[in-house]
């Protein structure tokens, strides 16, 4: 059981695809568990499939859908943080750092989610990954939470190796399938598919809880 789990991402979902798993896993072991999503993801080009959301009303339904993953997931504690979609590469890296040292002051968590620097493909990931290298690096090495990273752009296993975390997220596979369906305007094509295959053969099902029993991140050093 972590003390507390800091959750850094830039957008509503990425603490579902990206790292669901490990969320649900910290949860049910009983750590208390913050994510602070910068973004509502309100230019997000994914409408629903079929289409129900328009420009002027994705940021009010992928906030709703936010916080019906996050009670998925079992966090207990979201912050909003508000800054517009797709423009965090142009704010200043320090700010965003003052902000994420204020959360680690705040909640002194023993372990931090985001994406890893560098390889993350999208320039809010990249954004949010690099200001909480900076926000960590202005601490003293000791008092430092674990730091935890998923990657996921081409050619990231040759440049790190292998991940250094797994975890077997099967006991909460469930929980990261309910938060994958709360986000529906950007993953139902996906939640489709998989709905198609849980109901299917015995071994359809088996590999389509599979896809859901394993998350593995990189831990990265400071």
Known sequence: MERHVLV???????ETMAVGGAVAYHAAAGSPITYACFT??????????PFFATRESLPAIREMELREACKALGIDDLRLLGFRDKTLEFEDPEKLADIIEGLIS??????IITYYPG???????EAIAAATVKALQRLPEEKRPVLQCQAFSQGHAEALGERDVVIDTS???ERVY?????????AAAWVERMETALSGSPQQRQEAIGTLSTTSLYTLRV
Request: charged share 20%; glycine share 8%.
């Open 40 to 49: 509502l993801g309100e230019m997000g080009r994914n409408m629903g499939h």
């Open 178 to 186: 309910q938060a994958w369906r709360a986000h529906r305007s950007q």
């Open 119 to 125: 390889y993350c493909v999208h320039p809010d990931h």
């Open 8 to 14: 850094l991402f830039p957008h509503p979902d990425d």
């Open 171 to 173: 006991p909460v596979w």
């Open 106 to 111: 705040e909640l002194q968590p023993s372990l």
